[in-house]
């Protein structure tokens, strides 16, 4: 039979020329099956039948005939079996880098971060430096930053560079300060501050900027990372949102070498690397459905954390700001002519309304020149002012929504926009009656990549704690089914991919998990808790737990 | 019959994705066969029968029993049917670009050339600067450099540029002048001059710095272009020398569109390219042995004509001159270190004997530590020191040189070098006697990529016009069996490919001409002027002559 099973599955790095183990024809039997159907209602299934090209053969309800003789049957035991879930915007690298880079989140003291540090150190003596991230002194009861002098003690004959938790702040050695050109009189630039080893905001640069590009097997290793994580997190399929063209050979070189499993839908990171990959036009898509280059990202605004989202009216709390609109509007209009000229798909950055708002107004002025079937993109769609919200559906413009974001922001948004401004935030529901195309995902590695998370989400409004009971802006909360088709068919819809992946339907991919949970069913705790047992991508199985 | 047809081949452009045709069981009968067999011997053949995947299946002598019903039967009507012949050192792009580029070269006034000019522009309207070469007032009868003026009379609404046949001037309009911020004021630099639109040595920059990057369409195009001239040439593969990440992601692109059909062996442009595209390793091979990055191209030195080849002893025509090393001992060794450590194939650039002297110093230091089948090439090994020659064989050294070069090139060498200094110029045989692996090529565009002219003059040392009679420096001339291995196996060999390609036995692709030559019996004016009147590859006819 198929099964590769999970060791294989993550053992990829580095990739290694393995071939892919013979496909052929199997019965999935005794499952609760579930996907969205071609009405959009929830499909029933008891068997899945695969065919050896690695697609779905056929459904079988229970009274259904088995296939005599298939090559194997694999019991499902009665458990739930859903198509594999497709996080519409993630980053796939920064996943993986992340990953791969030491994590001192659970650092209780110095002297613990000193030990992990060092230990990380030992284990990683091929690194030129030393990356990491997620310190906090707060945590340590040390009344101070640490120092670079506290560092060397844990590493000295290498740079080292730790991140602090809120990314505000960088931890260098003495090394990195050496191997940066950092001396004592060194002055900290407009917006930044030095302390001792410690850059703060815009004095981060003067260390970073000396960090050497990853070597390529650095790269392999972090593709493979995000891959063994997507996988394990019941994740077959990711709209990567900024595609640099090294990362595009990195998927590329895991795809040549056969060990590309998870399906990447990539947006490049604007205009450069669009042409210089995918030329004229689109690629094909690649290794059976597992990698195509379709459009371009771009960004309108920042985030609302930093206030750079670019809002109609002031900040609540800071009445001075308005945010940022990063690109004029005839830029933003040259872009997505440049793109939509050959054929792109473009997808862009929208949180505040007043960036929503040029968004769609430059969408609105393009779809008469460029007709036909074209998606537009616009991810975050975060904050919208409720006047603008029809203009979504008009256009058959695909909002692009992390339902996390929402859990993990809404005490931000309230302070940010005030309560008067919150109606159309997060605004799930009214975009879907309006008939706005759906979309989730997960904005992973700022977020967890984890999609049950982002399901419960989306049900609920509530947070991984339960609060508030009953959903914040809870008419914004949509149904059970909606959740489970914005990870599946509507992220298919979004990458120009529903032909073939998001739902299990003869000729579709057999790209399906196997779960402790019934997400149709589970409470909200549940569903968070939910456990992928199995990941099957293309009619083989990449990910198992015993 | 799995025929495509000439039409088909050369409609390659822009790239669409179009299917393979159904590959089928063949039979190429009644031809005059031959191949380089296994023990470096011709051996003959009049049947060749091909697999369904486009290999070989069997050679058939005229006794053999045939194939009883093959899925086509191809009469080769008593003609030569030879290997695809191998260019080992070429620049696919540059040829490609250089063919869609405007060529003046048969333009004899001022008024031809205009003209000229003005119907290329207007057939490529879509071109935001007209880019041509070729051009040389002396044979117009004009007594003075062409004006911008007189070019504006043919184009004014675009910029044109236009560079001298030898490569020394460029002529600009008024619109490239304007574009490049070119005034009346604009001082030459050092090293160049200005007269009135024609911008000279050094001062070229000026303005061509100012020419924007090709669009992916004409880079898409220009492959075409390369493709077509290749396979008609009976070219079936062909060592890139010095592939850019662009270069490779249009050769991809072709890949992925099914419509490389050419095989590409890529050597990257520095060490750059390499790690974005191969990482950490050569590619696999792509596209059924169509694509490969096997390693890297690097520059000794310079060429012949500008005195730029780096010599151990001065030029014989300016006592003041060496050249020049582009590379210290130390960089080059750090360089082919970088590549080595992780197995890939180093192709270095060295034209005179003292260049040669520092890339055999170099690997013969670096055989110390990188022992097994390596194949070190270097290319050109135009002027060794005799004394030297002997370091190629010691070390398994790819001596892969291109012989038109040496019909082309006498006379300057002559001059350059003294008639001392000759025994070691374009020393093929010597090598070959030696046991140095030898690789034939054309340096196209350089040269012209016709393979046959390359194997007339490395039999004959006689140039196109059968000069100077009975062959120049005639002891380095080769036998018709090493030529042809030169431009086969050799080049094969050189590629890591040998196994696969070069020669025609069971397995290997089925690449193969039709022709209407022998080139074991010819006359060297008939092997020059040789038509190949089909080109084969991997069981695919992609060219035909009627």
Same mark, same amino acid.
């Given at each position: 039979m198929r099964v590769a099973g999970a060791a294989a599955a993550l053992a990829l790095a580095p990739f290694a020329l393995a071939p892919m183990p013979a496909l052929a024809d199997g019965l999935i039997d005794n499952v609760n099956g579930m996907t969205i159907g071609r009405d959009g209602q929830i499909e029933r299934f008891t068997g899945l039948v695969i065919g050896k090209d690695g697609r779905v053969v056929s459904l079988l309800k229970a009274r259904d005939k088995r296939p005599e003789r298939p090559d194997f049957r694999h019991d499902g035991q009665g458990r739930t079996l859903i198509p594999g879930l497709i996080d519409a915007h993630g980053h796939v690298m920064e996943l993986g880098f992340k990953a791969i880079q030491l994590d001192l989140t659970e650092a209780r003291s110095l002297d613990e971060a000193k030990a992990m540090i060092a230990a990380y150190a030992a284990a990683n003596s091929d690194r030129a430096w030393i990356i990491g991230t997620g310190w906090?002194?707060?945590?340590?009861?040390?009344g101070r930053f640490p120092t670079n002098a506290d560092l060397d003690q844990a590493v000295s004959d290498r740079p080292v560079w730790l991140v602090r938790v809120d990314g505000h702040a960088g931890w260098a050695n003495s090394a990195a300060m050496k191997a940066a050109g950092v001396t004592a009189d060194t002055k900290a630039p407009a917006g930044g501050r030095i302390e001792a080893g410690v850059f703060v905001d815009a004095a981060r640069e003067l260390i970073e900027r000396a960090i050497p590009a990853p070597l390529p097997r650095e790269r392999d290793l972090a593709l493979s990372k995000a891959q063994g994580i997507l996988i394990a997190n019941g994740v077959t399929a990711v709209a990567d949102m900024g595609s640099t063209t090294d990362d595009w050979n990195v998927f590329r070189r895991a795809g040549d070498a056969g060990v590309l499993k998870v399906r990447i839908i990539s947006y490049s990171a604007g205009i450069d690397p669009l042409l210089a990959v995918a030329g004229a036009g689109p690629t094909p898509w690649l290794y059976d459905d597992r990698l195509r280059m379709v459009g371009m990202k771009l960004y309108a605004d920042g985030a609302l954390g930093s206030r750079g989202a670019w809002l109609k009216a002031p900040y609540a709390d800071d009445h001075h700001q308005t945010g940022l609109g990063l690109l004029s509007d005839a830029k933003l209009r040259n872009l997505m002519v440049r793109a939509a000229m050959d054929g792109f798909q473009v997808a862009t950055h929208a949180i505040g309304d007043r960036a929503n708002d040029q968004v769609l107004g430059a969408i609105e002025e393009l779809s008469e020149t460029f007709k036909g079937d074209r998606r537009w993109r616009i991810e975050h769609?975060?904050?919208?002012d409720p006047g603008d919200l029809p203009r979504f559906a008009r256009h058959g413009?695909?909002?692009?929504?992390? *339902?996390?974001h929402q859990t993990s922001d809404r005490l931000m948004a309230e302070a940010r926009?005030?309560?008067?401004?919150?109606?159309?935030?997060?605004a799930w529901e009214s975009m879907r009656r309006q008939g706005t195309p759906i979309a989730f995902g997960s904005d992973m590695p700022v977020e967890h990549p984890n999609p049950f998370a982002g399901l419960a989400a989306a049900i609920s409004r509530e947070d991984a704690d339960g609060e508030p009971l009953g959903g914040w802006? *809870?008419?914004e909360r949509v149904s059970r089914e909606a959740a489970l088709a914005g990870f599946t068919t509507g992220a298919a819809y979004a990458g120009f991919a529903e032909d073939r992946i998001g739902r299990l339907a003869p000729g579709y991919r057999a790209d399906f998990l196997i779960l402790d949970t019934d997400p149709l069913q589970s409470t909200m705790a549940e569903l968070r808790a939910t456990r992928v047992l199995e990941t099957w991508i293309g009619g083989e199985r990449v990910h198992a737990v015993k």
């Open positions: 906090n002194q707060e945590k340590w009861g040390l769609a975060q904050i919208v413009i695909i909002a692009s929504m992390q *339902p996390v926009l005030g309560t008067a401004r919150l109606q159309g935030a997060y802006q *809870p008419q």
